[in-house]
Structures are given as C-alpha cells and as structure tokens.
C-alpha cells in the first residue's frame, strides 16, 4: 500500500522528466538521498542518486539523474521517474522507466517499459522480456545489444529496419559525463537564462500548453476563478506560490530529521516540482482564457479556448527565453500559477 501511494505520486513527477522539463531539489537536500525500506523494498530520492549495492526487492527511484552501476543488483522490479536514466547493473525483475533520457546498458530478466523522449539500448544491454517504449521518437538500439522479446512502440516499423544499420551508441560511461556536465552547467547559449535548472524546450512548452489546455476545457469553473485572481489579486496569488517553494523545502527538512517523517518527507519532495508543473501551466491557462476574453465573442468558444492558450504558452515561452529576465518570468509564473491554482479551487468551492 505504502509503495502504491509512492508510485502514484512519482508518476505524476514523470510529466516533468518525460517533457524535457527539469525542476532543481533543494539545495538545502539536494545532495543527500532520501531513502525508506520496507522488508527487502526500498524507495531512494536525491538530486543526483547512484546506487551501486543489491537490492533484495524491487527498487523505486526518483531524481535529476538515476544511475544504477554495474554493481547493481536488483532481485524485484525496478521503478525509476527521472530527467536522466543509465541502468548498467543486472535486474531480476521488470524495469519501468519514466524519463528525457535513459541508457540501458545492463542485464534485465523482465520486460521493459519506457515513457519519455529518448530510449537508448546500448552494446551491453540484454534484455529477456520485452521492450515497449512510449515515445516521440524512435529507439536507439546499438547493434550488439540482446533483445529476445520483442520490441513495441511508436515508429518501431523504422526502429526494427534500422537496428542493424544504427551507429554506435556513445559509451555508457561518457554518456554519463556528458550528463553530469550539462546538470552541472545548464545553460542555452544565445536563447537566454532561465531560472537554475529548468529550461522550457519546444517539447516542452507543447506539453505545458497541453496541460493548460486540459485544465481550461476539464475545469471551466476553476479556470475562470484564476482568470479572475490573475487580474484582481495578483499579489495574494504571487504570495502563496512563494510560500509553496520556499516553504515545502524547509519543511521537508524539518520532517525527514525523524526516522517517521521519511515516508512523509519523500512524498513531500515529490510534490515540490509536481507544484512548479502545475502552476507553469495554471499560468498559461489564465493567461489564456484572459486573450480569450479580448478577441470577442470567438473567444468564448472552444476554438477562443485554444487560441488563448496557444498564445499564453508563446508569450510565457519567449518570456522565459529572454536573456538575464527569463529567471525572473520562470519564477513569476511558477509561483504566480501556484497562487492561481490555490485561489481558483477556493474561490470555486465556496
């Protein structure tokens, strides 16, 4: 039960990861791991988590970048929600990945199943079940690596033509250095700065405007209650954001100090980026449905709907791309659309 509540939270956290959005930890936590077990089960958080031990039950990881090392053993199923993913060890069970990135250059007995961007299978991999992937794009399989399933997802017509002809995948090990150094120097030459560890790709502001999208047609009552704080109380609504992101980490460190409170601090430290998407797209929503109001009475309807948000997401998209002043739009939007998200709720609820 308590790994199902874990799991449904993570699993949230995996719209982040799988979008190309990446939210920094606290850095007050960020390099520490925030571990639970449960008989041979264990549940593992950090910024950046390496495990490189055995495991006598299924695994549940969650962080910036999740390695598993070659010398790790995994005797259950393997749960990872990630911005970066390389498994090099040897997994017993079935491996789920919810990820941007994941290498997998390891033994796995089990099936495989990847939600994310990029899906790599390198020289080593060898996999007896089978590999699904949920992609946009297709799967790089190195031709040395062993599938015996077989292999399922988005254009994988092209990925089985292609498998035999791919070019060699980059080595585990570099590949793992080119992440650390983009973690550790995140930045886009000439399209600006945004705020520390997050930036908003293309795929990304598709997926935001998505989110939006969704809430201003699922939620039209709440929508319209953050449309109306977004004009008449944008101060309050900045205000409870702030006290969300600034708050949750120092409580979180409060919490985990008890052996109790780790159960309750990893689902907090979950929630704290789960926020930061939520209220990036709370903001594109209000946004939204605030142009919808401007360009008359097509604005009323579903098709106002979407253009208030295709607009909303390319204005917040090029904020967020302006040098020096897109951290400070990132920071504005988040935290005002945390606000909006809080108001819209209780305002619709009284």
Known sequence: MRGGIVRLFAFLVIFV???????????????????????????????ELTIDRKVDGSLSAAGEIVILTDDAEVKGDTWIAARRVAVEGELEGSLSIRAQEALINGEVKGDVTFYGLDLTLGPDAEI????????????????????????NGRDIAA?????????PVMPHNDMRERWRERHMNEHWEGRGVSAPGYHMSATSAVFFGAIALAIAYLAPAVTGRMRESLVAQPLPALGLGLL???????????????????????????????GMVFGLAATITALGALLAGRIGEIGRGPL????????????????????????LIWLLAVSGGI????????????
Not at 31 to 42: I, P, Q, Y
Request: no cysteine; aromatic share 8%.
């Open 17 to 47: 990861t799988g979008s190309g959005a990446a939210l920094a930890a606290p850095e007050s936590i960020a390099d520490k791991a925030l571990e639970w077990a449960s008989g041979g089960d264990v549940f593992s958080v950090a910024r």
């Open 128 to 151: 007896d079940g089978n590999v699904t992937y949920y992609s946009p794009s297709t799967a790089r399989i190195d031709r040395n690596a062993k599938v015996k399933g077989e292999i």
């Open 159 to 167: 990925a089985r033509d292609d498998r035999q002809e791919a070019a």
């Open 244 to 274: 969300w992101l600034l708050g949750l980490p120092i409580l979180i460190v409060f919490v985990a100090v008890t052996i109790v409170g780790l159960p309750v601090a990893f689902l907090m430290l979950l929630l704290w980026p789960l």
């Open 304 to 327: 106002g709907v979407l253009a208030g948000v295709v607009l909303a997401t390319a204005l917040v998209w090029i904020g967020i791309s302006i040098p020096i002043l897109g951290a």
């Open 339 to 350: 606000g909006l998200l809080y108001l819209g709720f209780r305002n619709s609820a009284l």
